[in-house]
Nanobody, 128 residues
Framework: VQLQASGGGLVQSGGSLRLSCSAS????????IGWFRQSPGKEREGVGC????????YYRDSVKGRFSIFRDNVKNTVYLQMNNLKPEDSAVYYC??????????????????????WGQGTLVTVSS
């Protein structure tokens, strides 16, 4: 079972990026998928998640209206579409599978602890 996050890069403030989370060894559609991020000196935090049951999505307040999560089950991939990026969105972004969704967001360690499978991170840098 492997997860792979990709799509990070350098973008100017106000720009967009789409991150991908792909899997081998299992079908992502059967699992709650979470996106997390961590920037230097800060605690890892949940960004948002998509449920396995109805693909309902949940986001932390600071990204609502700018980020969206969706699935492509044919490609076995979950995406994090990030629009109107801000410098404070700069972080290493991780996808994780088989965890609880919705997240609490105010208890990031608790959120992360529910996820069993993690991909390596992908770096997003937003310049001002």
């Amino acid at each position: 079972v492997q997860l792979q996050a990709s799509g990070g890069g350098l973008v100017q403030s106000g720009g967009s990026l789409r991150l991908s989370c792909s899997a081998s060894g299992f079908a992502l559609e059967n699992y709650g998928i979470g996106w997390f991020r961590q920037s230097p000196g800060k605690e890892r935090e949940g960004v948002g998640c998509i449920r396995s049951t109805d693909s309902g999505t949940y986001y932390r307040d600071s990204v609502k209206g700018r980020f969206s999560i969706f699935r492509d089950n044919v490609k076995n991939t979950v995406y994090l579409q990030m629009n109107n990026l801000k410098p404070e969105d700069s972080a290493v972004y991780y996808c994780a599978a088989d965890g609880f969704c919705p997240m609490r967001f105010d208890r990031p360690d608790d959120d992360a602890r529910t996820y069993d499978y993690w991909g390596q991170g992908t770096l997003v840098t937003v310049s001002s």
